[in-house]
């Protein structure tokens, strides 16, 4: 099993950069592909980025191109997730994700969840 | 990326009631489509994943089906705890994508 636990919340002003945190525990987390997946104050979800678990590729969602770089610590089990050239609209609860490979090659999305940060753009 | 598309937005159902719930993708993902439900102040909670695998622990009341570009999810008969919100997600990609979500609220 895999627990995702997610640095606190942030509050920013527009034009600002934040960076969250998702610390992973659990022997199998060197297998998972992390995520980053946002939720706007009563809004639905928004896939925003992925990498490798070796942490060398990352792919991010076009809406997001140029203002995110996720980033893979191993040596902590921790990813990060960094908004640029933030605006209101990123206000929102960011969370983290894992998916890995089954026994058979298949993909298993997200059973785990990290608890969520919530992140608030305001002059 | 791929565009999911839910309906209806909006369900309105009693308990015991048969609920479908249907997204689209805009190509074909093959059967690489999960299904989430998700309560207020929570994380989504994986339901369904590969169309129609059911997650461990997840009540044998929820069923999925489809593949390529039409799918469905059904809750054969709605239980109090069953009114959330439920989204699906494609993972055919290495850009994933999720629908809008289908609020399923009581009648």
């Known amino acids: 099993q895999v627990q995702l636990v997610q640095s606190g919340a942030e509050v920013k002003k527009p034009g600002a950069s934040v960076k969250v945190s998702c610390k992973a525990s659990g022997n199998t987390f060197t297998r998972h592909f992390m995520h980053w997946v946002r939720q706007a104050p009563g809004q639905g979800l928004e896939w925003m980025a992925i990498i490798n678990p070796s942490g060398d590729r990352a792919n991010y969602a076009q809406k997001f191109q140029g203002r995110v770089t996720m980033t893979r610590d191993t040596s902590t089990s921790t990813v990060h997730m960094e908004l640029n050239s933030l605006r209101s609209e990123d206000t929102a609860v960011y969370y983290c994700?894992?998916?890995?490979?089954?026994?058979?090659?298949?993909?298993?999305?997200?059973?785990?969840w990290g608890q969520g940060t919530l992140v608030t753009v305001s002059s | 990326d791929i565009q999911m598309t839910q309906s209806p937005s909006t369900l309105s159902a009693s308990v015991g009631d048969r609920v479908t719930i249907t997204c689209r993708a805009s190509q074909s993902i093959s059967r690489w489509l999960a299904w989430y439900q998700q309560k207020p102040g929570k994380a989504p909670k994986l339901l369904i994943y590969?169309?129609?695998s059911l997650e461990s622990g997840v009540p044998s009341r929820f069923s999925g089906s489809g593949s390529g570009t039409e799918f469905t999810l059904t809750i054969s008969s709605l239980q109090p705890d069953d009114f959330a919100t439920y989204y699906c997600?494609?993972?055919?990609?290495?850009?994933?994508?999720f629908g809008q979500g289908t609020n399923v609220e009581i009648k």
């Open positions: 590969k169309a129609s």
């Open positions: 994700a894992s998916h890995y490979y089954d026994s058979t090659g298949y993909p298993i999305p997200f059973q785990h």
């Open positions: 997600q494609q993972y055919n990609s290495y850009s994933w994508t």
